[in-house]
């Protein structure tokens, strides 16, 4: 009797995704062998973390329980609504979601027409980021338009595939570098930026 999402995926994508991921792989570690820039810029490591996240992304168990852990991380904030997860309907190829009803932030003339806020959404969803980060240490990592809605007086977000995850260390380097850059801090800029790198 509930209106839910229902994610099922493609027949077959992990057998293709897998075959391009391999060509990716060999293509890095030809190129690396080839060129300094590759070699610079850490192909072979940038291919592999690009794999690890899609495959990632290819698991629906992975989505749910990271759907449930920004849920549990966000839930005294009453300014955002992150869909339930049905676990007895999900499974690595399909996953099970609550429908949130909103609108997307692309539509502005919408959620104008509406009486929205836009500013004040703006602020909340900022906000909303800015927990997540420097609280949680753990984010929704593709925070396109179609992925936030307007949903009442609530921010909802979607679409849990890709997540960033932060080491406390790195919160606490992030935190600074904001700090540096609100007080135009050159010289400190430049450090911290030095040792987010060697993070």
């Given at each position: 009797g509930e209106t839910v999402i229902v994610k099922v995926q493609r027949p077959g994508v992990q057998q293709v995704v897998e075959a391009d991921l391999d060509l990716l792989a060999r293509q890095a570690r030809f190129l690396v062998q080839r060129?300094?820039?590759?070699?610079?810029?850490?192909?072979?490591?940038l291919v592999d973390e690009f794999s690890r996240t899609l495959r990632d992304e290819l698991d629906y168990t992975n989505e749910?329980?990271?759907?449930?852990?920004l849920r549990r991380n966000l839930q005294q904030d009453p300014r955002v609504v992150i869909p339930r997860v049905y676990w007895e309907l999900t499974t690595p190829s399909v996953i099970t979601l609550q429908e949130l009803q909103g609108y997307k932030l692309t539509d502005l003339d919408?959620?104008?027409?509406?009486?929205?806020?836009?500013?004040?959404?703006?602020?909340?969803?900022v906000d909303l980021y800015l927990q997540q980060v420097f609280v949680h240490g753990f984010f929704h990592a593709d925070p396109h338009p179609a992925n936030i809605l307007v949903c009442n007086e609530q921010v909802g977000f979607v679409d849990f595939g890709m997540m960033g995850f932060l080491t406390p260390q790195t919160k606490e380097l992030l935190a600074d570098l904001l700090a540096s850059l609100?007080?135009?801090?050159?010289?400190?800029?430049?450090?911290?930026v030095v040792q987010l790198r060697a993070t």
């Open positions: 060129l300094t820039i590759a070699r610079e810029y850490q192909l072979v490591d749910g329980r990271n759907t449930d852990r919408l959620l104008r027409s509406q009486g929205y806020d836009l500013a004040a959404i703006a602020d909340v969803i609100l007080n135009q801090d050159v010289d400190q800029v430049v450090q911290l």
